[in-house]
């Protein structure tokens, strides 16, 4: 006989617990309600349950001998395979929380930095505004400073304008008789002489007609530079509010930029944080399905050896029927008759449990490791505590806590249509059949759980034939 399976620690069998009892079930675990977003639900270990809503298949009592109607089966699984395809597989909790995180966090990594950088942006803008209102405002209040010097010099210049032409009206004044003509033709000697007085009166007159155009010229250009220093008032005033805005704005742009600079560092350190702890739940990730794929490859073997040694062992007993007859035949004088196979479970395989699919035998891509993985077994609906039941005929062969499977147990069927067919029932809560216990079909064998590397309550059911892992909807 092959021994048990190697690695199976019979201290961890003796501390499993059981129930040889049917009273009540523990209470169930709740499933995980949240399902990641965006980037598509992300896979879990190959054992691991998806809830889908598929629709309940009619239920199956495990101890009917009958499969349920193939057009159904069909029907049910042809609507999981196309719901599967947009939730390519099952998901641990908190390995989809992670990524969630990490890409929550490099969304708003990214938004802050757009933000940062256009505040960085507006910044100098604001900035390069700052200094050419400053330039503005220098050359406003520059020209504001000429034109009020300006009208100073002016002021002055009217005042002597002013000096001279009053001098200029008082001498007239003075002068304007009629003897003043008469003194010059009496005091003069000669002709040439009353020419040359009569020519100091004209220019005296010039003089004073000069006087007063000069000052009014003046006067006229103090009243334009006066309009010129309202101008540059109004024009510095306006710089100067322009300079105060671009103050202003640089003042609130700077803090701005400081504070998204800040935010910016506080999202890269969630999402630092949220990267390491993805990475860290990615590597349990990986961790978790090479060890499904080494302890599948060891069952495998395993049962390889099991299921050879099976078919040897019904070989020679149908050769020694085979001998027996031949024996018989020469004793009674007669010819052989044909010796037909043993008998086996013909019967094939019924429900471990009256429920439905929720997550179908096939290959499935991991969307975060990015590779096809298969998912070795058919996932039913099992809240923590419902019955699992015998799928046939047959010998419990072992059970045993595997890390990824959780609580493990085998039924040893013998040969079903010329195959060697054992059953694998995991994630179990608890135990009631004992190793080495013949159990039939309908049979409560244990109760389901959400032990090992699993998201929620549900029975993962595995089919080896000759010794390899199948889909078990084969032999339901």
């Not at 101890?63 to 196309?82: E, R, V, Y």
């Not at 739940?281 to 390889?304: F, G, H, P």
């Not at 096939?362 to 298969?374: A, E, Q, S, T």
């Not at 995991?426 to 059949?433: C, D, F, I, P, V």
Request: proline fraction near 5%; glycine fraction near 6%; include cysteine.
């Amino acid at each position: 006989m092959v021994p048990h399976f190697p690695g199976a620690n019979p201290r961890k069998r003796g501390s499993i617990k059981r129930d040889d009892s049917t009273g009540t079930s523990a209470p169930p675990y709740p499933r995980s309600s949240t399902r990641p977003q965006g980037r598509q639900t992300v896979v879990a270990a190959c054992c691991l349950v998806l809830s889908l809503s598929a629709g309940v298949l009619a239920a199956v009592s495990p101890a009917q001998a009958d499969p349920p109607d193939p057009a159904a089966k069909k029907k049910q699984l042809d609507s999981q395979i196309n719901q599967s395809k947009s939730d390519l597989a099952e998901a641990s909790d908190q390995l989809g929380k992670s990524v969630n995180a990490y890409n929550a966090a490099e969304v708003k990594y990214k938004a802050v930095q757009v933000r940062y950088a256009a505040a960085q942006g507006k910044l100098a803008a604001a900035k390069a505004a700052d200094v050419v209102a400053a330039s503005k405002l220098k050359a406003a209040e520059q020209a504001l400073h000429t034109a009020i010097s300006d009208v100073e010099a002016g002021e002055k210049l009217i005042a002597e304008k002013r000096a001279i032409a009053g001098n200029a009206v008082r001498s007239a004044m003075q002068q304007q008789n009629g003897l003043v003509g008469l003194s010059i033709a009496l005091n003069g000697a000669t002709p040439s002489e009353i020419a040359t007085g009569m020519q100091v009166q004209r220019n005296v007159f010039g003089i004073q007609s000069n006087a007063i155009t000069a000052l009014n010229s003046a006067q006229a250009q103090l009243a334009i530079k006066r309009a010129q220093v309202g101008q540059a008032e109004k024009a510095a005033e306006t710089a100067r509010a322009e300079s105060a805005e671009t103050v202003r704005q640089v003042t609130e742009l700077t803090k701005q930029v400081a504070a998204d600079k800040a935010e910016a560092a506080a999202v890269a350190l969630v999402k630092l944080t949220a990267f390491k702890a993805a990475e860290k739940e990615k590597n349990t990730e990986l961790a978790q399905y090479n060890s499904l794929l080494r302890e599948r490859s060891r069952v495998e073997q395993i049962l390889i050896a099991r299921a050879k040694a099976e078919k040897a062992a019904a070989a020679r007993r149908k050769a020694a029927a085979e001998k027996a007859e031949r024996d018989k035949a020469r004793k009674e004088g007669r010819p052989p008759r044909n010796v037909p196979d043993p008998v086996d479970n013909g019967d094939g395989l019924s429900y471990p449990v009256s429920s439905y699919i929720t997550s179908p035998y096939g290959m499935r891509f991991h969307p975060v490791l990015h590779y096809w993985k298969l998912h070795d077994g058919t996932d039913f609906r099992a809240p923590c505590g419902t019955p699992i039941r015998a799928a046939a005929d047959g010998r419990v062969s072992d059970k045993y806590y595997n890390g990824g499977y959780g609580n493990r147990l085998f039924i040893s069927h013998g040969v079903i249509d010329g195959s060697s067919i054992t059953t694998v029932y995991n994630h179990l809560s608890r135990y009631k059949a004992r190793v080495g216990e013949r159990v039939r079909k309908g049979e409560i064998i244990a109760y389901a759980g959400t032990t090992g590397y699993s998201t929620g309550c549900h029975l993962h059911f595995m089919v080896y034939q000759d010794g390899r892992v199948v889909n078990p909807m084969k032999w339901l």
